[in-house]
């Protein structure tokens, strides 16, 4: 059986299966008031975006959506931290969007959820960094259109570096040891966000492991990540880890009010930090946890998506083409006026005088190096039991291996599910 063979799924069951969702009801709210006057049956199109923390992003989707005279598109903007449970909900109703930003996840395909865009990206594949389309792809089709690429790393402040005489480390055993150094009584060495679960992946790679193998088989339960959990474990209980942030990893204002020396965050704050750093700021990849491992630079992103089950499917289609496939404007616009991101459109990444030097050049470069991309076959399912992993022996004290081993049979569970 081909890894990625398509089965009989039933939508519903699936969706809340990859969620843990409860009766969709009770969530409802976030999608009825759409304009649509019942879902299916208004005239125009609905999007779903999260709400971006860039200033200046949802007048620029807005913009894009008021200059498209096929159709009136509107647009909802998803505030507050679990727009992936917000949408998915809304999915399994009739007020679901005709098209709607996420991440690639392969149960989205087996359910039906997503339409094929094999026929818009096709006559511009070769334009598209390469593993952005491989992410996307299932059984040599393409869903997904990928908008923007967002790698992320450590930043830091070279002055508080060389005021306490440390260097920049190439070793989590490194980054314990300096955010030591780095803590004072004002001061946390380093920050990892509020939950630590955006640098789970990260961990992963950089121990030497992978979250699945090219078979689709469970790649992250190893000797590597074992050590690597039990590292955090002690950065987790040093006192030189920032906790508790009044905004989460995502967010620069640790870093830029001065809470922390080192903050795990993303180069699309870059901007952001610039303007109240100056070039007092720097970066850095996830350090190697081992000798099997190298530094690692997770790629996030998001792309666009159409919801296979509208009955405006092809309109929401053609509007996806024209936006993020015709307009190279507006997507350039739209990956470097608000924050930096990197355009998977490799011709407007080359051109893109923004990311050609200083700060983001050094950015562009270590994606280039040690980035790794979403595997479509990694799935919410699966990225829930390796936080659950995080949550019992990080930040709690339980036992690298017993919660290993918990994980394994949530993913191996979720993997007979979608591969046999």
Same mark, same amino acid.
């Given at each position: 059986?081909?890894?990625?063979?398509?089965?009989?799924?039933?939508?519903?069951?699936?969706?809340?299966?990859?969620?843990?969702?409860?009766?969709?009801?009770?969530?409802?709210?976030?999608?009825?008031?759409?304009?649509?006057?019942?879902?299916?049956?208004?005239?125009?199109?609905?999007?779903?975006?999260?709400?971006?923390?860039?200033?200046?992003?949802?007048?620029?989707?807005?913009?894009?959506?008021?200059?498209?005279?096929? @159709?009136?598109? =509107?647009?909802?903007?998803?505030? +507050?931290?679990?727009?992936?449970? %917000? *949408? !998915?909900? &809304?999915?399994?109703?009739?007020?679901?969007?005709?098209?709607?930003?996420?991440?690639?996840?392969?149960?989205?395909?087996?359910?039906?959820?997503?339409?094929?865009?094999?026929?818009?990206?096709?006559?511009?594949?070769?334009?598209?960094?390469?593993?952005?389309?491989?992410?996307?792809?299932?059984?040599?089709?393409?869903?997904?259109?990928?908008?923007?690429?967002?790698?992320?790393?450590?930043?830091?402040?070279?002055?508080?570096?060389?005021?306490?005489?440390?260097?920049?480390?190439?070793?989590?055993?490194?980054?314990?040891?300096?955010?030591?150094?780095?803590?004072?009584?004002?001061?946390?060495?380093?920050?990892?966000?509020?939950?630590?679960?955006?640098?789970?992946?990260?961990?992963?790679?950089?121990?030497?492991?992978?979250?699945?193998?090219?078979?689709?088989?469970? @790649?992250?339960? =190893?000797?590597?990540?074992?050590? +690597?959990?039990?590292?955090?474990? %002690? *950065? !987790?209980? &040093?006192?030189?880890?920032?906790?508790?942030?009044?905004?989460?990893?995502?967010?620069?204002?640790?870093?830029?009010?001065?809470?922390?020396?080192?903050?795990?965050?993303?180069?699309?704050?870059?901007?952001?930090?610039?303007?109240?750093?100056?070039?007092?700021?720097?970066?850095?990849?996830?350090?190697?946890?081992?000798?099997?491992?190298?530094?690692?630079?997770?790629?996030?992103?998001?792309?666009?998506?159409?919801?296979?089950?509208?009955?405006?499917?092809?309109?929401?289609?053609?509007?996806?083409?024209?936006?993020?496939?015709?307009?190279?404007?507006?997507?350039?616009?739209?990956?470097?006026?608000?924050?930096?991101?990197?355009?998977?459109?490799?011709?407007?990444?080359?051109?893109?005088?923004?990311?050609?030097?200083?700060?983001?050049?050094?950015?562009?470069?270590?994606?280039?190096?040690?980035?790794?991309?979403?595997?479509?076959?990694?799935?919410?399912?699966?990225?829930?039991?390796?936080?659950?992993?995080?949550?019992?022996?990080?930040?709690?004290?339980?036992?690298?291996?017993?919660?290993?081993?918990?994980?394994?049979?949530?993913?191996?569970?979720?993997?007979?599910?979608?591969?046999?």
């Amino acid at each position: 059986m081909s890894a990625f063979s398509n089965s009989n799924w039933d939508r519903r069951s699936v969706l809340r299966a990859a969620m843990g969702l409860a009766a969709a009801g009770g969530l409802a709210a976030c999608g009825s008031n759409n304009g649509r006057g019942g879902g299916a049956s208004g005239d125009g199109l609905v999007q779903y975006f999260h709400a971006y923390g860039e200033a200046g992003t949802e007048q620029a989707i807005k913009r894009y959506a008021a200059a498209y005279d096929k @159709a009136e598109v =509107t647009t909802q903007w998803i505030t +507050g931290s679990n727009f992936e449970s %917000k *949408l !998915f909900a &809304s999915l399994l109703t009739d007020n679901a969007p005709d098209l709607f930003e996420f991440h690639p996840q392969i149960q989205l395909v087996k359910s039906g959820q997503v339409l094929d865009l094999t026929d818009i990206v096709e006559p511009v594949k070769d334009d598209f960094n390469q593993a952005d389309i491989q992410s996307h792809t299932v059984d040599g089709k393409i869903y997904g259109v990928r908008m923007i690429d967002d790698p992320q790393f450590f930043f830091y402040r070279p002055s508080l570096f060389e005021k306490a005489g440390v260097e920049v480390p190439q070793t989590l055993d490194e980054l314990i040891e300096i955010a030591a150094k780095l803590t004072t009584d004002k001061v946390k060495g380093v920050y990892l966000g509020n939950t630590l679960q955006a640098v789970i992946r990260p961990m992963i790679w950089a121990a030497g492991a992978d979250t699945l193998d090219e078979n689709n088989r469970i @790649a992250y339960h =190893t000797d590597g990540v074992v050590e +690597g959990l039990k590292k955090m474990r %002690k *950065l !987790f209980t &040093s006192g030189d880890l920032l906790l508790d942030a009044p905004a989460d990893y995502w967010d620069p204002s640790a870093l830029n009010q001065g809470l922390t020396a080192i903050q795990f965050c993303g180069m699309w704050a870059m901007p952001a930090m610039q303007q109240t750093l100056g070039d007092d700021l720097g970066i850095f990849p996830f350090p190697k946890v081992n000798d099997a491992g190298k530094p690692s630079v997770y790629n996030g992103g998001w792309s666009m998506f159409v919801n296979a089950q509208s009955d405006k499917a092809d309109e929401a289609k053609e509007y996806v083409k024209w936006l993020w496939i015709d307009q190279k404007e507006y997507q350039e616009d739209w990956a470097l006026s608000y924050g930096f991101h990197i355009p998977p459109r490799t011709s407007i990444a080359e051109s893109a005088d923004k990311l050609k030097s200083g700060l983001p050049a050094e950015g562009v470069k270590l994606f280039t190096d040690y980035g790794h991309f979403d595997n479509i076959g990694w799935t919410q399912a699966m990225i829930k039991a390796t936080e659950d992993v995080f949550a019992d022996c990080v930040r709690k004290d339980g036992d690298p291996e017993a919660a290993l081993d918990k994980c394994d049979k949530a993913v191996n569970t979720e993997l007979k599910n979608l591969f046999g």
